[in-house]
Nanobody, 125 residues
Framework: VQLVESGGGSVQAGGSLLLSCAVSGFTNSRHLMAWFRQAPGLEREGVAAISVAGLNTYYADSVKGRFTIFRDNAKNTVILQMNSLKSDDSAMYYC????????????????????WGQGTQVTVS
């Protein structure tokens, strides 16, 4: 099982970035998948999650209307489109694999995720 994030970088406030999480060793559409982020000195927080087959998506209040999570099944990739970026969005972003779930009441409970990528840095100035 491997998850590899890419797409991070530096952007000005108001700009956009597209993060990708390429997975191998499993089919991501069969799992709850999520993006988390962690800024220095702060706790890790869930940003967006997508359930099995994309039946449900979940977003942190802080990113609703600005971020979109979706899958590219042909590439076995989970994508996070981030628009209208703010300085508060600056963090290391991690992709994570969760359980097989079509819905959940706890999409951002980190203990439910058993595999994590190495992260990609996003800096908004």
């Amino acid at each position: 099982v491997q998850l590899v994030e890419s797409g991070g970088g530096s952007v000005q406030a108001g700009g956009s970035l597209l993060l990708s999480c390429a997975v191998s060793g499993f089919t991501n559409s069969r799992h709850l998948m999520a993006w988390f982020r962690q800024a220095p000195g702060l706790e890790r927080e869930g940003v967006a999650a997508i359930s099995v087959a994309g039946l449900n998506t979940y977003y942190a209040d802080s990113v609703k209307g600005r971020f979109t999570i979706f899958r590219d099944n042909a590439k076995n990739t989970v994508i996070l489109q981030m628009n209208s970026l703010k300085s508060d969005d600056s963090a290391m972003y991690y992709c994570a694999r969760g359980p097989i779930a079509t819905s959940t009441t706890r999409p951002f409970s980190a203990v439910r995720y058993d595999s994590w990528g190495q992260g990609t840095q996003v800096t908004v100035s």
